[in-house]
């Protein structure tokens, strides 16, 4: 088995790993076991964990290490990899996915939506994929191709999280909309007013409203939905 003791060898920088229930999406109030990889290849302006950013950030681990605190954690439910960007660490995913199937474990991947090919070669494994439009506001530039790329990738397994501030454009919500109309219409779109953090704000009721009629004109699943763990005082 020489493969498979140098998979699980496999090395990743980890932040932490918790039991809690999910907080944002359309899975919120579950209970998830969720593993956060250090290291992201953006940096938006109301990221609520900075400190998972650098790609110094957290302890490297090995697939056994990680195996081992889940199991400890969570015998059966929803292991959620999360970041940080969980798939930069693609290689080492490739090792732990597998694993966790094999345990009964569902597998949903928080992700920003701007590495298909990682994707790719993991959207398999993956029960649930939560991902996250990054429109320049946030980031400094937009990724609308990577994002058309990843939905198609995504299949039913998909979802979206728009973060809506008084930054947020509403030009890039249009381009939103349309990007998931143009692909299939009937991929969940969440509006996530942002909690206020960082340089982040958030907006207006009315013009949530305003966006949400947008949406629900075009798409037939829409659902406006703030970080609910943060009203719960929970990680």
Not at 53 to 78: E, F, K, M, Q, W
Not at 155 to 176: M, S
Not at 179 to 198: E, F, K, M, N
Not at 216 to 235: E, F, G, K, M, N
Request: proline residues 7%; hydrophobic residues 45%; glycine residues 6%.
């Amino acid at each position: 088995m020489p493969n498979v003791v140098a998979a699980r060898a496999l090395q990743a920088p980890v932040l932490e790993i918790f039991a809690s229930r999910q907080g944002e999406g359309v899975a919120v109030g579950d209970d998830h076991v969720f593993v956060r990889f250090g290291g992201c290849n953006l940096v938006c302006d109301y990221c609520d964990t900075p400190e998972s950013i650098p790609a110094s950030a957290g302890r490297r681990r090995t697939v056994n290490d990680v195996l081992d605190a889940i199991n400890r954690l969570a015998p059966a439910g929803t292991v959620s990899l999360t970041g940080g960007e969980p798939l930069r660490q693609v290689d080492f995913l490739e090792s732990l996915i597998p694993e966790l199937r094999s345990r009964g474990l569902r597998i949903y991947l928080e992700t920003n939506g701007t590495l298909p090919a990682a994707l790719e070669r993991v959207v398999d494994g993956c029960d649930c994929i939560a991902m996250d439009f990054k429109p320049a506001s946030a980031v400094g530039r937009d990724f609308w191709e990577a994002h058309r790329w990843f939905l198609s990738l995504g299949g039913k397994k998909i979802f979206v999280k728009l973060v809506l501030t008084d930054r947020t454009r509403e030009t890039e919500v249009r381009q939103a909309i349309d990007l998931i109309a143009t692909v299939r219409p009937d991929i969940p779109l969440v509006l996530q007013p942002a909690s206020p953090w960082g340089m982040a704000r958030s907006i207006p009721l009315a013009r949530l409203e305003s966006w949400w009629n947008l949406a629900t004109a075009r798409l037939s699943d829409v659902r406006i939905l703030p970080q609910v763990h943060r009203l719960w005082d929970i990680p």
